[in-house]
C-alpha cells in the first residue's frame, strides 16, 4: 500500500469512528479487537448482547455497518416502548360489550 492509500484509508477508518461516536446510540458500545493480522468490530447492545457478525472488506466499513444496525435495533425497540400496553387492550372474551355493534 502506497503513501496516498494509506492515508486514504486511514482518512475512511477516522471518519467511521467519528461517526460512530456522533450517531451510536445511548447504551450501546462498539469495541475493536485488533490480534496479529486481524482486527473484528464487536457491537454489545443494552442488554449485554454481543454481535461481532460484521465480515466486510474494511475495518471502516464493519464501523460504519455496526452503527447502522444499533440505530435499526434502538428504532425497533422503541416502536415496542411505544406500543399500547396490554391493559389497555380489550379483552373481548371479558368484556363482550366491547364489540362495534352495528
Known sequence: MDTNERRL???????????????????Y???????KGSAFVNLVDPNGIEC???TDET??????NAVARSIAEAKFEQSLL????KERLVDLRTDPSAVDKP
Open 9 to 27: 484509508h486511514d482518512a475512511k477508518l477516522g471518519a467511521a469512528i467519528d461517526n460512530a461516536a456522533a450517531n451510536l446510540p445511548d447504551r
Open 29 to 35: 458500545v462498539i469495541s475493536i479487537e485488533i490480534e
Open 52 to 54: 461481532n457478525e460484521f
Open 59 to 64: 475495518l471502516a466499513d464493519e464501523i460504519y
Open 82 to 85: 411505544n406500543r399500547e400496553p
